[in-house]
């Protein structure tokens, strides 16, 4: 019993599973039509061959029922849609399919051998061949549904064969059992073929099932679960070419102080920051709400069908005020801060990396003017982005090597009373859009790819200029943040300052905390080849960022600037004890300290009263062009003192 069990549970026996059930009614659909069309035709031939033979009921009713019920099934069966049938549908018809498939196989088997009971030996031969097509048509027609297959050649054949058996002719006999012969032979053919269907079938479905899941994989972000940049690109495609093109919201939402959580308690940490802040955002996903790590910490919203700019702008300020929250890293409290820039569709754009760029400008704006809080993408921000459009196209147009120039600001030994350094400061006045900052044309420079033109022209400038100066006074200059993480530029730095002829010993290059924030280890490597040639390095804006004295630690620099912003309190006991405490870890670490933004007489006693040796602001002197610098060098001797640090001043 246990070996029939096992053998009744086989793929030709089991019940079809649902997904399996649907791909064999779409198989079955056609052959099933193909049945009912063979086994009307055979009816009426066999009906014809005996007209007059035997009962009007046998050759005229008989038939005529039958070939009405093949011919509804058949209808029934071409009008079907199987790929829109649920599991349990195709189930159900399965059975069905099957019961009907016995129930008129007895009817047409008893039909058969009561019309093989009249006629002579030509039309009981053909009530024989009737019955054995019969089975083969149903075993060819329905090898995608084994179990009527089976059912229908048992019904067939166990009544054709008792029927010759008992009919005491030897031709029958031998016709009955060839047919049985031949009908087993193809019973085991249909089960391998119907065992080689599923086998396939389930390669497909698990074919399909991995390539599912490398999609979802490929368009989900691994850390945090949420879709990532591909698929929240996928989606403003769809919506931005949607028939309709119905209005939507595009956010962007950036942590403002991951990088120094990141780096302060390591990178899981920074894991479990983003993985918490992933739960957050995913918290306002919804119908109309699409969420996505976008990157890094960057993260993106797709809100469908805002009422309007006002209630899209607060559903994003809700989204930062979440994302502010406090994230427990075990029993320490960090937050991290959020940024959002939005962009309305059609307002912003109409193509989505436009409706993006958009948004991810109104994000730079949030950082930069209104940190912490969302900004909506105006006519304001589009006059802007024009205009840097013009100046990114003006930093690779051929009149920069003329309208750029560079002016200088004279550094003190405050404890000499000489100049004994200036910082080589970028001024360029455009013949139409006038005065740019340095700040705005070189982010557009990092932004646009124009920053090694910018760099190398600016520096041979810089160096033509400081040959004027003498011997004993350096020169300082600023290198961007894509300037140490380009081996092009490094290695062209190096290559300008061996043709200008200029001491390399006199040459300070300044960095910024960002430079070393993009490539630390490259940096470093820059910095190592720099100071080969015997260049000075200096950290600038020492303290105005989160990791200056991780950076002091680690890195072999020559020189620390200490950032302006330290100035406004320096009157204060708390902000004199501050510049003390930098000037005491300069002394200690055995680097020079320049103090910036000295302005006024009170700052620059202070600063003499803490050994500050060096000092740089306004008081000194404000930026001027070296002709202009050489004169007032001339005019003030050694340098400013009390009123000669005014008269030097411009």
Not at 138 to 152: E, K, M, N, R
Not at 249 to 273: E, M, Q, T, W
Not at 401 to 429: C, S
Request: net charge neutral; with cysteine.
């Amino acid at each position: 019993m246990g070996r029939i069990r096992t053998r009744l549970a086989e793929p030709p026996f089991a019940r079809a599973e649902g997904r399996i059930a649907v791909r064999q009614m779409i198989e079955l659909r056609t052959q099933i039509v193909s049945l009912y069309a063979l086994l009307s035709v055979n009816a009426c031939a066999l009906a014809f061959t005996h007209l007059g033979l035997t009962p009007p009921w046998l050759t005229l009713a008989c038939p005529a029922v039958f070939v009405a019920l093949c011919a509804a099934r058949a209808l029934h069966w071409w009008r079907l849609k199987p790929e829109t049938l649920t599991e349990a549908q195709a189930r159900r018809r399965l059975r069905l399919t099957t019961v009907l498939a016995i129930a008129l196989s007895v009817g047409f088997v008893a039909w058969s051998i009561a019309l093989g009971a009249h006629g002579g030996p030509y039309e009981q031969g053909h009530a024989a061949i009737f019955i054995a097509i019969t089975v083969i048509g149903c075993i060819f027609c329905l090898t995608h549904l084994p179990v009527a297959a089976f059912g229908v050649t048992l019904v067939v054949t166990g009544a054709f064969l008792i029927h010759c058996l008992t009919s005491g002719n030897g031709v029958f006999v031998a016709i009955g059992l060839n047919t049985t012969f031949v009908t087993v032979v193809m019973v085991r053919i249909l089960a391998n073929n119907y065992r080689a269907f599923i086998e396939l079938t389930q390669s497909q479905f698990e074919a399909q099932r991995l390539a599912e899941e490398n999609a979802r994989q490929a368009l989900t972000d691994s850390l945090t679960g949420l879709p990532n940049r591909r698929a929240f690109f996928q989606q403003l495609e769809a919506l931005a070419s949607a028939d309709g093109r119905a209005p939507f919201a595009l956010a962007i939402f950036d942590l403002d102080r991951f990088k120094p959580i990141n780096d302060s308690y390591g990178h899981n940490a920074g894991d479990h920051v983003l993985r918490e802040t992933g739960q957050r955002l995913a918290a306002f996903a919804g119908a109309e709400v699409a969420v996505a790590r976008l990157g890094g910490d960057e993260f993106g919203a797709l809100i469908r069908r805002p009422a309007d700019g006002a209630e899209v702008t607060a559903f994003s300020t809700r989204i930062c005020e979440a994302l502010r929250a406090p994230i427990w890293l075990g029993e320490t409290p960090v937050v991290t801060g959020c940024s959002a820039g939005l962009a309305l569709y059609p307002d912003a754009g109409r193509r989505a990396a436009e409706l993006f760029d958009r948004a991810d400008y109104a994000l730079y704006h949030s950082k930069l003017n209104q940190r912490g809080r969302t900004t909506l993408f105006s006519q304001e921000h589009e006059s802007a982005i024009r205009t840097e459009r013009a100046i990114e196209a003006a930093l690779h147009g051929p009149y920069l090597v003329h309208e750029i120039e560079v002016h200088y600001q004279p550094i003190l030994d405050a404890g000499t009373n000489r100049v004994v350094m200036v910082e080589g400061l970028a001024r360029w006045t455009h013949f139409t859009l006038g005065r740019i900052a340095p700040d705005r044309f070189v982010a557009a420079a990092e932004r646009c790819g124009a920053i090694h033109r910018l760099t190398t022209l600016l520096l041979r400038k810089a160096l033509a200029d400081a040959a004027r100066l003498p011997p004993e006074i350096g020169l300082s200059f600023n290198l961007s943040s894509h300037d140490l993480t380009s081996s092009e530029t490094v290695v062209a730095i190096l290559g300008i300052v061996r043709e200008s002829g200029f001491d390399p010993r006199r040459l300070t290059l300044e960095l910024t905390e960002t430079a070393l924030m993009r490539d630390f280890e490259r940096a470093r490597e820059a910095i190592t080849l720099l100071q080969a040639l015997g260049i000075r390095i200096a950290l600038d804006d020492f303290g105005s960022g989160y990791s200056s004295l991780s950076y002091v630690h680690r890195l072999p620099l020559d020189k620390v600037k200490i950032d302006r912003s330290f100035m406004a309190d320096l009157s204060s006991r708390q902000g004199e004890r501050i510049v003390a405490t930098i000037l005491e870890l300069c002394r200690n670490l055995d680097l020079s300290c320049i103090v910036e933004g000295v302005e006024t007489a009170d700052q620059l006693a202070i600063l003499r009263r803490l050994g500050c040796r060096y000092v740089q602001g306004y008081l000194i002197g404000r930026p001027m062009r070296m002709t202009s610098l050489l004169e007032r060098l001339g005019e003030t001797g050694t340098g400013p003192d009390g009123g000669r640090a005014q008269r030097l001043s411009a």
